[in-house]
């Protein structure tokens, strides 16, 4: 809780269009694990509007092998991000070929073993290049870095950072690590059960980049329409809250894309229109707040 309270959390998951258009949400109890979630969801989604093929989107901490596995084995395809450690070796024969020289955008596939014993099984790891990536990567990693040295040369106090190795009692820079480190500078994994011909790298790059509607949806309903913090203890209050955050972002986004302007000063221009009913002698006037300029603009945008 970013509030620091101790009250129980409860689990919050929504379906979004490719766009960030909600489509559906639904809530756990804050305990509920992935698969106990994720499954029920999309077999009702799939039940109601009667789709067979589902791709599963998701970041690299959602899902580990096991849930990989049952999402699979449930019929579903999948995309989610990897961690890049294993990228020297399951790349080692293009950095052979060609000497590490990566092209911006260039895409590489390997295939690693996930999970042990029963639950391993070989997945199709696609690796994307970003120049931008690289550079940001490289700051950071030229950051670290620094951290390290100042800690070998005495500077700053020994600290848990990044790269540095302790040799007996005396502090050092890893230069191993830090090479390793910059082999990985501006690569990114993912994992897909998608066969290549099915969906190219890119394709699968592609749509992961998606996953930031995801993300901006979640952050519209949480800051935009202050979906949090809330706290009722009551299921019907917190179905009932959910479902006015629900359908305000739904109307929330088809306003945005259909008159380009943000949710943000959307609320903002509309928010003061009001209708005020007066009622003198017996008859009722209805007064309205005239719109202003920007409010105006939305308005005749919207077809209003």
Do not use: C, W
Request: net charge positive; proline share 4%; charged share 25%.
């Amino acid at each position: 809780s970013k509030e620091r309270r101790v009250d129980p959390q409860i689990l919050v998951g929504m379906l979004v269009t490719a766009g960030g258009f909600p489509l559906e949400v639904h809530e756990f109890t804050g305990n509920t694990a992935e698969t106990l979630t994720l499954l029920p969801v999309l077999r009702t989604f799939q039940d109601r509007h009667q789709v067979d093929d589902v791709v599963v989107v998701a970041d690299a901490g959602m899902l580990s092998a096991s849930n990989l596995n049952a999402l699979e084995d449930a019929g579903f395809s999948f995309i989610v991000g990897s961690r890049i450690s294993k990228a020297p070796y399951d790349l080692a024969d293009h950095f052979d070929k060609h000497g590490g020289v990566l092209h911006d955008g260039e895409t590489m596939e390997s295939k690693r073993v996930m999970g042990t014993g029963a639950n391993a099984r070989e997945r199709r790891v696609v690796y994307h290049y970003s120049y931008k990536r690289d550079r940001r990567d490289n700051y950071t990693l030229n950051k670290q870095v620094e951290k390290a040295q100042k800690i070998a040369d005495g500077t700053r106090p020994l600290r848990k950072d990044r790269f540095v190795k302790l040799t007996g009692t005396r502090p050092s820079v890893d230069q191993t690590l830090v090479d390793r480190a910059r082999q990985l500078a501006g690569l990114k994994g993912y994992v897909s059960n998608i066969p290549a011909a099915r969906l190219t790298g890119n394709e699968v790059v592609a749509a992961y980049h998606d996953l930031f509607q995801v993300e901006r949806s979640f952050r519209m309903a949480k800051t935009d329409l202050r979906a949090r913090p809330m706290f009722h203890h009551e299921a019907d209050s917190i179905h009932a809250h959910l479902t006015i955050v629900f359908t305000a972002l739904a109307i929330s986004r088809h306003l945005q894309d259909t008159t380009g302007v943000t949710i943000r000063k959307i609320i903002r221009a509309l928010r003061p229109l009001r209708d005020i009913t007066i009622s003198i002698a017996g008859n009722e006037i209805t007064a309205t707040t005239p719109p202003g300029p920007d409010a105006h603009a939305i308005l005749t945008a919207a077809g209003h």
